[in-house]
C-alpha cells in the first residue's frame, strides 16, 4: 500500500504563485511514476503534471510554462510549483502515484480568486 499526503494549498490571487507538497509512504519501493491531477465539480479530473521515477515530466496543455513539477526520489516526494496562476487554475488538485496500480491523496483545495 501507498499513502499520499497533500499539503499547501489554498488561496492565491490571480497572477501570484503557489506550492503544493506531496509526500509518498508506506510500499514505496517500485514508485514508478507520481503526479498531480486536478478536478473541479461536474468535470473528469485532469493531468496537471507527472514526473516519473528517471526523472522525465509531462504536463497538461494549459499550465505548461506556468507551473513545474520536481521530486525528491529518495524521500518520496513531489512538489509543484504554480506560477502566473488564473482563476481556472481553481480545483481540488489530487496527488497520484503508480505503483502496479494507481494511488491518490485525499487532495487539497486550491483557489485562485481576488
Known amino acids: 500500500q501507498v499513502q499520499l499526503v497533500e499539503s499547501g494549498g489554498g488561496l492565491v490571487q490571480p497572477g501570484g504563485s503557489l506550492r503544493l507538497s506531496c509526500a509518498a509512504s508506506g510500499t514505496i519501493f517500485s514508485i514508478n511514476a507520481m503526479g498531480w491531477y486536478r478536478q473541479v465539480p461536474g468535470k473528469q479530473r485532469e493531468l496537471v503534471a507527472i514526473i516519473t521515477s528517471g526523472g522525465s515530466s509531462d504536463y497538461g496543455d494549459s499550465v505548461k510554462g506556468r507551473f513545474t513539477i520536481s521530486g525528491d526520489n529518495a524521500k518520496k516526494t513531489i512538489y509543484l510549483q504554480m506560477n502566473s496562476m488564473k482563476p481556472e487554475d481553481t480545483a481540488v488538485y489530487y496527488c497520484?502515484?503508480?505503483?502496479?496500480?494507481?494511488?491518490w491523496g485525499q487532495g487539497t483545495q486550491v483557489t485562485v480568486s481576488e
Open positions: 497520484h502515484a503508480f505503483r502496479s496500480r494507481p494511488y
